[in-house]
DNA sequence: ACGATAACTGAAATGCACGTTCCAGTTAGA
DNA sequence: TCTAACTGGAACGTGCATTTCAGTTATCGT
């Protein structure tokens, strides 16, 4: 009888997957380090061979990695967007945006170049998310109306990925970004 | 006699150092294309190993290209600083440091880990030009004092770079940008 | 249990894209 | 005209992802 995976690989391929799979994600969280297969094999305790087979590509196994990252962010931006008042899911969406990509620099940073289809697709998820949080918001009267969501939508995205990469990344910088944007997005009164 | 540049350099030299500035500061401003040595000496005309002689170094060389695009920006913020309002100052400076970097995107983008210490001097005189004009329109009583001028000039300065990397650039995210952040710099007043 | 064997491993080789340096030839300039 | 300065194609060094391949090991049929 088959002691085999249901992928048909060895066990020991599918235990170093996951060691790769791992090791990635924590180099994701660690800022400063050059995310090279090297330093990922090494994190790994495998060759970088082994590493990269594991996955077919360096692309592979990042758009992994940060897939796996942010699916739970994905998560709870459809959590909050069901269960919370519009402009509340928005706020607080926006700061723990933020958070996450604090605590994850490289994704933001290093991946410049890199082709992550996984990656891609939940982006595009929660930009979905976050332009139907603006559309209520703006429907309750929460958010001005003299801007596209699609537009207010790019912006709250670019001022997380902007405020996480700041370095050194701090707790004080992360709070006025969310309240000097969402003050700027209630309706204004006509002043002066 | 000598018609020598006062640099002891020949004519040629002279001039071939022009043709690297200029094409360096040509591809700045262009998106898409690597800013390799290579490129640069193609679209001046020349060898790379010229390129790279003329200044000493790649690096020598986008400090100077990069600081040579920046000194009219950095002369602007002083000349707002001392003729205009301060609250004027800084929308107005906002708006065109958006524009600024989003007509030369490579400035933020390809450079992160060349050593460029010019243009470095420059954005620490232009953090210092921000923080006068928000310490002054604090003083005008045109922005919320509840947050700190340096994280406001930090707020300010990534949204700018932000803004700028989105793709593809828009103007109506450049004004959203602008207006979004000056209303939430506002003091507000205790609302609900 | 016990090979037989296909899958797997990782050190070393390969390929590639850079910046930089060399050097034989060219040219500005006294 | 003579020579020191300059040029640029080619060689080199580096840092990287990926491939190769001789050796190892898990898995399966017996």
Do not use: W
Not at 130 to 138: G, H, K, N, P, S
Request: some cysteine.
């Amino acid at each position: 009888m088959s002691t085999r995976g249901e992928t048909g690989r060895r066990a020991d391929a599918v235990r170093n997957r996951q060691l790769a799979l791992q090791a990635a994600t924590a180099l994701l969280a660690q800022p400063g380090t050059a995310l090279t297969v090297e330093a990922i094999a090494t994190k790994a305790g495998l060759g970088a061979a082994t590493v990269v087979r594991a996955f077919g590509g360096k692309d592979a196994l990042l758009d992994a990695a940060v897939s796996g990252l942010l699916e739970p962010v994905v998560r709870r931006a459809r959590a909050l967007l069901e269960q919370t008042a519009a402009e509340d899911a928005l706020r607080t969406f926006l700061a723990e945006l933020i958070a996450f990509q604090s605590a994850h620099h490289a994704i933001s940073d290093q991946l410049g170049d890199l082709d992550l289809p996984a990656t891609t697709a939940q982006r595009a998820e929660l930009v979905r998310n976050v332009e139907e949080m603006i559309t209520r918001a703006r429907a309750d009267g929460a958010i001005r109306t003299d801007l596209s969501p699609a537009v207010v939508t790019t912006l709250i995205g670019q001022a997380a990925y902007a405020v996480a990469r700041a370095r050194p990344a701090s707790r004080e910088l992360a709070d006025a970004c969310v309240t000097v944007l969402m003050d700027g997005l209630r309706p204004q009164r006509r002043v002066r």
